[in-house]
């Protein structure tokens, strides 16, 4: 009986060495957390590049679309294939008329 027990305790013994020691034990166990830790500081490290990158590019975007639209309104510029369309309401467009019919009467009674 104390042989199968000290069987028994020397294989529970090996077992242990190996749970501790061997291929899954503790050491490797320590390098694959580092291993981890690395990574996900590198990670972090892309992730806040990727979102600089991304600010970045809608800035870009955001400032030519700005860009395009001031050259557009105020310099009346439009792109190569374009036709360039003003539509004005009819209320301006009456007084625009009226105007420019007031300033020919009164030129015309000054020539008189």
């Known amino acids: 009986m104390r ?3 000290l069987i028994i305790v020397a294989l529970l013994a090996a077992v242990q060495v ?3 020691l061997g291929k899954g034990g503790l050491p490797r166990v320590m ?3 580092s291993q981890v830790e690395a990574q996900q500081k590198a990670n972090a490290q892309a992730q806040a590049r990727n979102e600089r990158l991304a600010a970045e590019v809608r800035d870009l975007q955001e400032g030519l679309e700005m860009v395009e ?3 557009r309104t105020e310099l009346g510029m439009v792109k190569p294939d374009e036709i360039y369309v003003q539509l004005t309401s009819q209320a301006a467009a ?3 008329s009226a105007a420019m019919t007031g300033s020919t009467a009164a030129s015309a009674s000054a020539n008189r």
């Open 3 to 5: 042989v199968a027990f």
């Open 94 to 96: 009456r007084q625009a």
């Open 18 to 20: 190996e749970l501790w």
């Open 69 to 71: 639209e001031k050259a």
């Open 31 to 33: 390098s694959l957390r």
